[in-house]
């Protein structure tokens, strides 16, 4: 995979041979977006099948070892739906099946294939959804960063980005830098960039201002996680940009597939979200110096949750949905054959 903390001052492959080497991975952020993290898990499952395989385990060792992968890769990144979706989806075939332990592994290693090339082609789906939202020259402001990097192909939100700038040339795209961690400037310029997708990249605290000027016709982000109700947990800063949205009276869009559903969650109060280290917003510096003390107290969520109401439509690979999202959402799972 990409490294994708060395972004983009440096491409960097890493290989991954180990269940606990992508486990790692995945909490440092070496690999992150819902979707892509979710085809890591799968792949760690399969590593871990593999490797349990090749050392002759009995099937008892076998499924203890690939239990214990399983519940790693779980738990690497709590607020995400398809991590726990992709390795879930894993553990039920180890379950079901009563072959070989290199028989199991075997289908894990095609499963996690499988699961990778459904999310790329579910991604072009909803780019090609997307198109009758997007007006002609279109100024669209994305959030966080999820293009092919955070979805192990084509993109949900860039994914929109791509298909609407293949229909019209003259769509542009505004990036947000995405504080802390800088998702926007670090990742989401560098693929519009190999894209040759016009875009102007901009700090957070700018996009009441663009949109005030007119500047901004569309946002479009991606999710980490949606509830039945349409609520929408994304990368933090999401719900101040819905409600500049809202106030500016321009069309909220979140794009994700259906394995970003979670339609056990009523609605996104009870989705956890993740808190992680201080020293990420700390970190920055300016001008050679540290930009805060390092004493600072400091919280640090990594996603907010964006209420329903701010959400003009969600778009999945099986269409456009509006609200009430509790039937639209429902259907849209139910036809995905999930």
């Excluded at 871990?48 to 008892?60: D, I, S, Y």
């Excluded at 979140?254 to 956890?272: K, R």
């Excluded at 701010?310 to 429902?330: D, F, K």
Aim: hydrophobic share 45%; aromatic share 4%.
């Amino acid at each position: 995979m990409l490294d994708q903390t060395r972004l983009p001052g440096e491409v960097v492959q890493v290989t991954l041979t180990e269940w606990p080497e992508v486990v790692d991975a995945i909490r440092t952020m070496v690999v992150r977006g819902a979707p892509a993290i979710g085809v890591a898990g799968a792949m760690g499952v399969a590593l871990a099948a593999a490797g349990a395989a090749a050392t002759g385990a009995t099937r008892e060792a076998f499924d203890a070892e690939v239990g214990r992968a399983i519940a790693a890769l779980r738990d690497a990144r709590p607020t995400a739906v398809n991590l726990a979706w992709a390795v879930d989806r894993l553990g039920g075939i180890v379950t079901a099946h009563e072959g070989t332990p290199g028989e199991i592994a075997f289908d894990l290693a095609d499963a996690a294939r499988g699961i990778h090339t459904d999310e790329v082609e579910r991604c072009v789906a909803i780019g090609n959804h997307s198109l009758r939202l997007i007006t002609r020259g279109a100024r669209i402001l994305t959030h966080c960063n999820a293009g092919a990097l955070a979805t192990g192909g084509y993109g949900t939100a860039l994914g929109v980005v791509r298909a609407a700038h293949a229909a019209d040339p003259t769509v542009t795209v505004i990036v947000d830098e995405t504080r802390p961690l800088l998702q926007g400037s670090r990742l989401t310029a560098w693929e519009l960039e190999r894209e040759a997708i016009p875009y102007t990249l901009i700090s957070d605290n700018m996009a009441a201002a663009l949109m005030a000027q007119g500047r901004v016709t569309h946002v479009v982000v991606g999710a980490d996680r949606i509830a039945a109700n349409g609520d929408v947990v994304n990368k933090i800063g999401t719900y101040g940009v819905a409600i500049l949205a809202r106030e500016h009276g321009i069309p909220f869009i979140v794009a994700a597939p259906t394995s970003t559903l979670d339609l056990s969650m009523p609605s996104a109060a009870g989705i956890p979200v993740e808190e992680r280290a201080a020293g990420e917003v700390r970190g920055l510096s300016l001008f050679g110096r540290p930009a805060a003390s390092p004493d600072s107290p400091v919280a640090n969520p990594a996603f907010d949750r964006t209420p329903a109401r701010l959400v003009t439509a969600i778009v999945t690979e099986q269409g456009v949905h509006r609200a009430p999202y509790e039937r639209s959402l429902r259907d849209a799972w139910d036809t995905a054959g999930h």
